[in-house]
């Protein structure tokens, strides 16, 4: 059974970086869609970014040219890189695949999910 464990979340002042790992174990490789979801306190939980294992990806509009999803495959690790934070992205972020859903509160309950990583960007 698939299983996500993220890291690298923080505190940084806006116009810092930040970069989310999502390491998994319990499947042989990385081929499936994974999601960097993010839910803000008052806020419904949010897709951010997808990757897919043929290197396509999705970000929503508020982060685009700013945060870049990649993998290393031998690390089983996905990777979220947010460059010039903002404090609208403060949140807690998560990762999930496969087939996760972007649900009304994170994490969901289709797919897995890991257990989420708190961003805190100030301004």
């Known amino acids: 059974q698939v299983h996500l464990v993220e890291s690298g979340g923080g505190s940084v002042q806006a116009g810092g970086s930040l970069q989310l790992s999502c390491v998994v174990s319990?499947?042989?490789?990385?081929?499936?869609?994974m999601g960097w979801y993010r839910q803000a306190p008052g806020n419904r939980c949010e897709l951010v970014a997808t990757f897919s294992s043929d290197g396509s990806t999705y970000y929503t509009d508020s982060v685009k040219g700013r945060f870049t999803v990649s993998q290393d495959n031998a690390q089983k690790t996905r990777y979220l890189q947010m460059s010039d934070l903002k404090p609208e992205d403060t949140a807690m972020y998560y990762c999930?695949?496969?087939?996760?859903?972007?649900?009304?509160?994170?994490?969901?309950?289709?797919?897995?999910w890991g257990q989420g990583t708190q961003v805190t960007v100030s301004s």
């Open positions: 999930a695949a496969p087939g996760a859903r972007t649900p009304d509160t994170c994490p969901g309950l289709i797919g897995r």
């Open positions: 319990g499947s042989d490789n990385l081929n499936f869609v």
